[in-house]
């Protein structure tokens, strides 16, 4: 059975870090690209990043360019989240996933796998 397990998530200040991890289990994803999409309340989930199956190349939403770093180890089947800067509209469910393809896609059909999510609140 596939797993997609995030954690790291939790409430900080604006201005402050986190860094989110997702573990995954079941079977191995080093050759899919993986991502993440985040939901606010009342609000679409939306994609913030996506890494290639070689953890070389991503591409992240504009809301989050430089300030949001993608990163996965193939070996520990895990993929992580650095946040930093971080914003009140930062504040959302966070959840990853991992897509059909090697190369990461924007839109949410296009992943197979999700975790449950970690919610992270940002206060001001």
């Known amino acids: 059975q596939v797993q997609l397990v995030e954690s790291g998530g939790g409430l900080v200040q604006a201005g402050g870090s986190l860094r989110l991890s997702c573990a995954a289990s079941g079977r191995t994803f080093s050759s899919y690209a993986m991502g993440w999409f985040r939901q606010a309340p009342g609000k679409e989930r939306e994609f913030v990043t996506g890494i290639n199956w070689s953890g070389d190349s991503s591409l992240y939403a504009g809301s989050v360019k430089g300030r949001f770093t993608i990163s996965r180890d193939n070996a520990k089947n895990t993929v992580y989240l650095q946040m930093n800067s971080l914003k009140p509209e930062d504040t959302a469910v966070y959840y990853c996933?991992?897509?059909?393809?090697?190369?990461?896609?924007?839109?949410?059909?296009?992943?197979?796998?999700w975790g449950q999510g970690t919610q992270v609140t940002v206060s001001s």
């Open positions: 996933a991992v897509a059909r393809s090697s190369r990461p896609p924007t839109v949410r059909n296009a992943y197979d796998y």
